[in-house]
């Protein structure tokens, strides 16, 4: 089991930035795939970014430009920094990893951009 912990959530606003951060713990020996999914309220949840091995990473085009996600495989954190934040990134944010077959998720940090 690998166990998810997030911070960095919060109230800003627009135009601001926030920095999320999650490490993951427990049975760890390669994660391939770190990165976010966010949820708005009534909205399916959707891929926000994702760093891969090897230095792959993507975004989904509503944030490229604004959000860079980076992460620290020797520590297994991923962070999400978000900037010119918009009131349309409102949403409780997920980290998540994938390790072989499995997916495991955090349990979310809500966003709050106001206009």
């Known amino acids: 089991q690998v166990q998810l912990v997030e911070s960095g959530g919060g109230l800003v606003q627009a135009g601001g930035s926030l920095r999320l951060s999650c490490t993951a713990s427990?049975?760890?020996?390669?994660?391939?795939?770190m990165g976010w999914y966010r949820q708005a309220p009534g909205k399916q949840r959707e891929l926000v970014a994702v760093a891969g091995t090897g230095g792959t990473i993507n975004y989904a085009d509503a944030v490229k430009g604004r959000f860079t996600i980076s992460r620290d495989n020797a520590k297994n954190t991923v962070a999400l920094q978000m900037n010119s934040l918009k009131p349309e990134d409102t949403a409780v944010y997920y980290c998540?990893?994938?390790?072989?077959?499995?997916?495991?998720w955090g349990q979310g940090t809500q966003v709050t951009v106001s206009s």
């Open positions: 998540y990893v994938r390790q072989l077959l499995d997916i495991y």
């Open positions: 427990g049975s760890i020996f390669s994660l391939s795939a």
